[in-house]
Structure formats: structure tokens, C-alpha cells
Nanobody, 126 residues
Framework: QVQLVESGGGLVQAGGSLRLSCAAS????????MGWFRQAPGKERVFVAA????????AYADSVKGRFTISRDNAKNTVYLQMNSLEPEDTALYYC???????????????????WGRGTQVTVSS
């Protein structure tokens, strides 16, 4: 059974940092692109960041560029999201997802992602 399990969320003050992890099991994702999305209450799930299989190519939403860093450790089948300079607007449920398409592109649309975790809550207080 393929699973993606996010962890590392929590409550943090504005300006603080958190590091999210996404541990995969059931299959290796070392050859797949991975992404992070987030969903704030009452809003749609939106793209945050994506990374290619080697970790050499990444993409970010404009709202997090310069503050968030996506990375991966293929030996551990794990993807990370380092979040710095957090803002109240970053409060959301954060999901990781696996893109198994063969386009080779870093996708920002949810439709391209096949496997999803259940999310980890990030709350940033002002």
C-alpha cells in the first residue's frame, strides 16, 4: 500500500521556522517528481513547491519564494519543506504529493499528482 505521511507541522509565531517531512512507503519515489501543496480554511488547495527526482530542479509559488526550500533524500524516500520567515498567511494544512507523469516537468496543478498524504497542520500566529 502506497502511503505519503507528512509530519513536522505545528504552531509557530510569525517570523519563525518549521521543517515539514513527507515520508513515503509502499514504493520508491526516487524517480518521481514530488510536490507540496497547502489548503487554508475555506480556500482551494494550492501549489507551494515541487522538486524533480534528483533534486536539481525546483519550483516555488511566488508567495513562498525566498522563504521556503524544498529538498529530498531519496535514500530515505523522504521529501522536506523548510519554511522560514513564516507569516500568518502561511497558516494551512500542508500536503505532499507524488507526480508520476512522464512529462519531466514540475507541475503546479493538482491534477498531475497521483498520490497524496493526509496533510500536516501549520498555524502561524501574529
Amino acid at each position: 500500500q502506497v502511503q505519503l505521511v507528512e509530519s513536522g507541522g505545528g504552531l509557530v509565531q510569525a517570523g519563525g521556522s518549521l521543517r515539514l517531512s513527507c515520508a513515503a512507503s509502499g514504493r520508491s519515489f526516487s524517480n518521481d517528481r514530488m510536490g507540496w501543496f497547502r489548503q487554508a480554511p475555506g480556500k482551494e488547495r494550492v501549489f507551494v513547491a515541487a522538486i524533480n527526482s534528483s533534486g536539481g530542479n525546483v519550483a516555488y509559488a511566488d508567495s513562498v519564494k525566498g522563504r521556503f526550500t524544498i529538498s529530498r533524500d531519496n535514500a530515505k524516500n523522504t521529501v522536506y519543506l523548510q519554511m522560514n520567515s513564516l507569516e500568518p498567511e502561511d497558516t494551512a494544512l500542508y500536503y505532499c504529493a507524488a507526480d508520476l507523469t512522464d512529462t519531466g516537468l514540475l507541475h503546479r496543478l493538482r491534477i498531475f499528482y497521483k498520490y497524496w498524504g493526509r496533510g500536516t497542520q501549520v498555524t502561524v500566529s501574529s
